[in-house]
């Protein structure tokens, strides 16, 4: 969605966990090396294993304040 005068841009991004060592590859540079490479932190081979989790920010309008007077 455009960031349209009253709204805030929504966002969400992916997070893989290493099944080794827990390391949560969350960079660029980390990523790239998902899923045909290996874990960036302990070394060892990326699976297909990983725990996955995604983050969504929700777009809502901002509140209208005002009164009559």
Known sequence: M???VG?????NYDTVHCVQ?????DTPEEEA?????TCPDCGS??????KRS????VT???AITGGTG
């Open 33 to 37: 090396t998902y899923p045909n490479g």
């Open 54 to 57: 995604t983050m969504v920010c």
């Open 21 to 25: 060592c827990n390391n949560a590859v």
């Open 45 to 50: 081979p990326w699976t297909g294993t990983e």
């Open 60 to 62: 809502m309008p901002v």
């Open 2 to 4: 455009e960031n349209i």
């Open 7 to 11: 709204w805030k841009p929504s966002t």
